[in-house]
């Protein structure tokens, strides 16, 4: 059986084997000499007769040690230090060629790394591919992603024939407020059902997870903390299990701490079980304020599992038709909750990357097939002399296999510098992106990328070099020895796919920068500059009823509105760009019926202080701000949103209309419409949602976002800020601390990032594309350099030989684009779901696009053109 160490072990000791082998053979030509003198023979006669019998000594001692596998070792040795003397006699060639594949490779190896960490490298959970986020869909207003109430998610548990388990846990995250250790602080904390951890797989790394015993009401409260605040509030003290917390005033049990590979729900520190609320709230089948989980069963689809929970949610609405009416189950899978977009995104950039490639492999076999052409006399005269047209097919291929292999090693170094760059310049929101690295398995990747790219761009002028015509090359000689029709043709072939694949990419790259401009001139409806926003998150316990949070968020705005430097100051329930989450109501416009009122869709609730308007600059369009007078025992009051007085009182003023949050026979009181402002993107930079304000004193939070608009620095405010905290409760804590700017930036990172790589690949696309036009026109100008001579003298024009040469780049191109805009029509459908008010068959990116290529291009071809005209006819006509 073939060994690979033992063929090693014997290449290793080769000279003793090659000994071996003409000992042997000397012993058995003796003995046929000793025989043929017993036979009678003369000593020379016998010498010539065993001579004769054994034929060629050196080719019987050749065949030996190729039966020992020394042979092809050996031939592989010397192809390749013959490779490399080949590669070190043409430098500038063999520095494009390695250049253009270390971009290539290295670019695929970074994207590579990145899709592999954050998209393939599978979640920490158990059989994530079974895991669904279950959202109810309110089939009346055509919202598809609602949360569920406390009783149906108990339903759910209970009368589901398709989950192992479901859980639950709030829509949104918590701001809690931990004290008892030096200064307070502030987590971001959820409640989960005690059966969140099992259903995920996942148990804590110290201690326990949760058990039914905890989310019983009455029960002592516990908590599991991350990996993260273990580490940098208790210095990662093994002795953590079973120590007091006090959060939001009440202690709390540590019982566990999860792996450090484990964040969700994204950014959370703190988890702790749901129980049953005494407020009565879990007991509200209409309260919808929660995000479920459930694992399906083994061996049940995914299409199983929706038509089960669809047959359900139909139950639900017969038994409960007042709440569960109109209401449908949706499923999707936790995978696609979790990365969103950037599956795609990046899925996309692989394949960019991966055309980039195929780009540089295109321009390098391009180059490889021109240098093979100047080689013909020399591999026909390899041939004349014995050599097999296999032997030249594996010397090419050896070459291209170094060409790849160092091509490679540097690509690991671009790959390297890659991932730093694109890790450093990727927005922080991308899951996993930090642990991005250059891993075994990114090197592993780069090793068999540098095989696969030296097969595709070494086949081709490796194939074509041992079709040479031996009899017929040796006749030529000269300048006449520059290739076939054939090789020129594939090598105009090589060039039209360089520039279609070109087209391609600069589509996608032109798309994504319409885009990006549409979403950075979007009008967020308030002006950014040089406003400080820091969340004070009040604790529950300490502060439980409306006027104590009433009376600690006036004072804290009076405090603040007088600091030094301060031109203006307000506060909200939650700042613009805070996520994707915010507190939706549903509410109703006098005059509604109840049926009416169930198709309003939520509105985007704000509470905010008299000044927050001017702070951000939020235009107000009609009416009047809040003022110091609307307190909470005056009339109720409202200022609206522009799309929501226009939604509903179309062409008419909407001052001194009324409307109400929730039902309209519920309790709670109309409040009369006292100003329009314009529309602010709260959640989506992309849309504006219905927005209603109401003045603070009249809806007091327990937490408010301040804005603080600043002459100089916004950040030199902060400790000021935090010193006026202190003085009011020595025991709360400031969290959420940024700029407005800031917030728009990080908004928009996700875009910027995805146009900048796709403007990156489709950059170096083009300049690995017109390179290749630039080659194929200088070869062409060589190889007809007595054409032209011949042309100049008879007579022809120097515009003319322009014409000649440039119509001929330039006919390459025009088929290169016309097949390019073809196929990026038709993949541009993929990039649909990350465009902004930009159409995939935008007509604009269509025409300019080509246009640029074609101006580069013409560009690419002038300098052969150029070189054309400045032929010699008198020395051309010389050169055989």
């Not at 073939?2 to 003995?31: G, Y």
């Not at 995000?291 to 299409?303: D, P, Q």
């Not at 760009?577 to 704000?606: A, C, M, R």
Request: charged content about 20%; overall charge neutral; some cysteine.
């Amino acid at each position: 059986m073939f060994s690979i160490k033992n063929f090693w072990q014997r290449f290793l000791k080769k000279d003793e084997v090659h000994q071996e082998i003409d000992e042997e053979l000397e012993f058995h030509l003796e003995m046929c000499i000793k025989d043929n003198i017993a036979a009678g023979m003369s000593a020379e006669e016998a010498k010539a007769d065993a001579m004769r019998r054994f034929g060629n000594l050196q080719k019987v001692k050749s065949d030996c040690r190729e039966a020992k596998g020394i042979e092809m070792i050996e031939n592989f040795y010397q192809d390749l230090r013959y490779g490399l003397r080949m590669l070190a006699n043409k430098p500038s060639f063999t520095f494009v060629a390695i250049l253009a594949l270390a971009l290539g490779i290295g670019a695929t190896s970074a994207i590579f790394s990145i899709v592999n960490n954050v998209i393939l490298r599978p979640l920490p959970f158990k059989a994530q591919e079974d895991l669904v986020m279950l959202w109810e869909t309110n089939l009346t207003t055509g919202h598809e992603q609602v949360e569920t109430s406390y009783p149906n998610f108990l339903d759910w548990q209970k009368q589901n024939q398709v989950f192992e388990q479901v859980a639950v846990l709030p829509s949104v995250n918590f701001d809690w407020t931990m004290t008892g250790r030096e200064e307070p602080q502030q987590v971001v904390g959820v409640f989960t059902s005690a059966n969140f951890f099992s259903l995920l797989g996942v148990s804590p790394a110290l201690g326990r997870d949760f058990t039914a015993e905890d989310e019983r009401q009455g029960a002592a409260p516990v908590a599991v903390i991350s990996h993260g605040l273990w580490q940098r509030q208790f210095g990662g003290d093994p002795k953590i299990i079973g120590q007091k917390l006090t959060v939001e005033g009440e202690p709390m049990t540590v019982i566990g701490v999860m792996p450090r590979e484990f964040d969700f729900p994204s950014g959370v520190e703190l988890w702790s079980p749901l129980t049953p609320s005494p407020d009565g709230w879990t007991e509200q089948r209409d309260f919808r304020v929660l995000r479920a989980i459930g694992r399906i069963k083994a061996g049940m689809s995914f299409s199983q599992a929706q038509a089960g929970m669809n047959t359900l949610a139909e139950r639900l609405g017969q038994e409960y038709p007042k709440e569960n009416k109109g209401f449908g189950i949706i499923l999707i899978p936790l995978t696609k909750v979790i990365f969103g977009s950037t599956e795609q995104a990046f899925l996309v950039m692989l394949g960019a990357v991966g055309l980039v490639l195929l780009i540089s492999c295109a321009n390098v076999a391009n180059l490889l097939l021109a240098r093979a052409a100047s080689r013909q006399r020399e591999f026909a005269v390899r041939v004349a002399l014995g050599a097999g047209r296999f032997r030249l097919i594996r010397q090419l291929l050896t070459e291209s296999l170094l060409l790849a292999l160092i091509g490679g090693t540097i690509g690991l170094l671009v790959a390297f510098i890659g991932i730093k760059a694109l890790v450093g310049l990727a927005p922080a929101d991308i899951p996993r992106i930090a642990d991005v690295k250059l891993d075994f398995q990114v090197i592993g990747f780069t090793f068999l990328t540098s095989l696969l790219t030296s097969i595709i761009f070494g086949l081709v002028p490796a194939w074509q070099t041992a079709k040479t015509n031996v009899n017929e090359f040796l006749k030529e000689s000269g300048t006449r020895l520059l290739g076939s029709a054939q090789t020129h043709q594939i090598r105009n072939y090589l060039v039209v796919i360089e520039v279609a694949f070109a087209v391609i990419l600069m589509v996608g790259a032109g798309l994504m920068g319409r885009s990006f401009y549409k979403l950075q001139n979007v009008d967020a409806g308030f002006n950014p500059k040089n406003i400080l926003t820091l969340r004070v998150a009040l604790n529950q316990g300490k502060y439980p009823d409306k006027d104590k949070k009433r009376i600690f968020f006036e004072q804290l705005y009076e405090k603040v509105k007088i600091l030094p430097n301060v031109e203006s100051a307000g506060c909200v329930l939650m700042r613009p760009l805070s996520g994707t989450v915010g507190w939706d109501y549903p509410f109703s416009i006098e005059g509604q019926s109840l049926n009416e009122h169930k198709n309003n869709p939520p509105s985007n609730f704000e509470t905010i202080s008299p000044n927050y308007f001017q702070t951000m600059g939020i235009q107000l369009l009609k009416g009047r701000d809040f003022t110091e007078q609307d307190k909470a025992d005056s009339p109720h009051v409202v200022i609206i949103g522009e799309s929501l007085a226009k939604k509903y009182w179309p062409g008419l003023d909407p001052i001194g209309k009324k409307l109400k949050i929730g039902p309209p026979e519920s309790n709670r009181p109309w409040m009369e419409v006292v100003g329009m402002v314009k529309d602010v993107r709260y959640r989506e930079w992309e849309a504006t949602r219905l927005d209603i304000y109401m003045p603070f004193p009249q809806h007091p939070q327990y937490r408010m976002d301040f804005v603080l608009k600043t002459k100089g620095d916004p950040f030199a405010l902060v400790s000021a800020f935090n010193q006026a905290v202190y003085e009011l409760d020595k025991d709360q804590a400031t969290s959420a601390i940024t700029t407005m700017s800031e917030l728009v930036a990080t908004t928009l990172a996700r875009s910027r990032y995805n146009m900048f790589l796709f403007s990156l690949f489709a950059m170096l696309a083009l300049i690995l594309a017109i390179v290749g036009v630039y080659g194929v026109l200088s070869y062409t100008v060589a190889q007809r350099t007595q054409e032209i001579g011949l042309r100049l003298a008879l007579g022809a024009s120097e515009t003319n030989i322009l014409k000649l040469v440039i119509g001929q780049g330039l006919k390459l191109v025009f088929i290169g684009v016309v097949i390019g805009l073809t196929v990026a029509w038709w993949l541009s459908q993929l990039l649909g779901s990350l465009l902004y008010q930009v159409s995939v068959t935008d007509p604009i990116t269509y025409i300019i696009i080509p246009l640029f290529l074609i101006l580069i291009a013409t560009l690419a071809s002038y300098l052969p053109a150029r070189r054309a005209i400045k032929v010699d006819p008198i020395i051309a006509l010389r050169c055989d």
